[in-house]
């Protein structure tokens, strides 16, 4: 067998090493009575060569590998070895990894699999008291979302824990009550309830939201750019200009309020099994009267970076990018609004570069990308083309409230359906005048 590719080597050795090795207790009993006999060995007895079970070519890349060789670890600790200890940097691997050795293809299947304790609550016992975590749902940089049960209320409950690591940051540690405590003021069908805040005996922070049964808007755009069928029908362009329209009010909600959310993208917001929506994530929001926190730039075009300038690149407004912080305005938000109602339309973004650096400058200087056709093959309409670059404009003042977007859409849906029942109307018109035509011309023909 061939050796694997460089950039898996380190992986690949480190599992080969765990893989064919017999951590079983009768392997230690033995070892340590050949030891008592004079003789050494420096390591257990291998009972299967992973070369023949898993060669690196039937795995799915560098991940696959890195997940396989973290189950092998966690598998030592089921013969009463001690676990390795856990990286704060390592990723948390949420599912077991399965291998189809006949076709050498690699997937990840969704069964909840053991995670680092140090990230669990399950050892403050006033906690266990109320609530027992299932298993881990999605883990961001601040915190980790399980789903949990509430034992006093018996219902299942979506529970947001701190990461340990935040502990020695009180920014962090500031920010994190701060997401929960406005979610819980604002009171809106669009905003997750939230329903208990507290601190664990280690000192983390965790609140308790209700949980949402569905999927993030980023997750929707990749099924459809993947022409998943299914979504392809479930999420027509008008159906998704409504949901986007509920994201604006529910936005405005949070503006009308003092808020200015400073974190809007696909991935914040959650659409549920029956078309609930939910704007999820106001850790970085602030009131729109001061300013929370003074940040420095993000070096991430995707992800929210702690301690930078918050944000995500491709979604920030251009002040926010300029480090307005201070005069951040409502319009900041509308401007991420517009990029998201550009990526609903298109499933692109209107910013395309080749580096950050270069998608900064184009969002500075207002360099946006017309929508030219949608997602679905067809021109993008005058009209809504308008509202899409209204909200991209450079000039904050000159962008509508996040209000006046929703009804813009709101006002396009209305036009697209009168214009279908104006068709629909002609078609029928068009039939019964065939009708009349016919009935003359049998007329005619019977008093020839």
Known sequence: MDGPPQKFKATYLELRTIATTDFSPSSYERNRNE??????????????DVRRLMPWRMLTGSHMLDLVAQNARRSMNGFGLPMAEHSDTDEVVHYEDTVDTSTGSGSLSQAPISVPPEESANQDPKF?????????????ASGTV??????????????????????????????FAHEARLTGRLAHPGVIPVHDLGRLKDGRWFFVMQRIQGSDLKTRFDDLRANDPLTLEALPLPRLLNLFARVCMT??????RGYVHRDLKPGNIMVGEYDEMFVADWGLAKPV?????????SRTGDETATGTLLGTIRYMSPEQIKGEVKTLTAKSDVFSLGVILYECVTLDIPFKAQSLYQMMMKIIGGDAR???????GNPVALPLREIIMSALNIDPKLRPTAGELAHRINAYLDGIEERRKA?????????????VIEDYRARRSNLA
């Open 35 to 48: 030891s008592k006999g004079g003789r050494t060995r420096s390591t257990p007895r291998p009972f299967f």
């Open 128 to 140: 266990d008291k109320r609530y027992k975590l299932t298993h881990e749902l999605a883990s961001g």
């Open 146 to 175: 399980w789903l949990a049960k509430d034992r006093l209320l018996n219902r299942n409950v979506a529970i947001k824990i701190l990461r340990k690591k935040h502990l020695q940051s009180e920014d962090a540690c500031r920010r």
């Open 251 to 256: 936005v405005a909600y949070a503006h009308d």
């Open 289 to 297: 009267d001061r300013d929370l926190f003074e940040q420095s730039i």
């Open 370 to 376: 017309l929508p030219e056709v949608g997602f679905d």
């Open 423 to 435: 068709l629909e109307r002609s078609q029928a018109n068009l039939v019964a005048a065939r009708e």
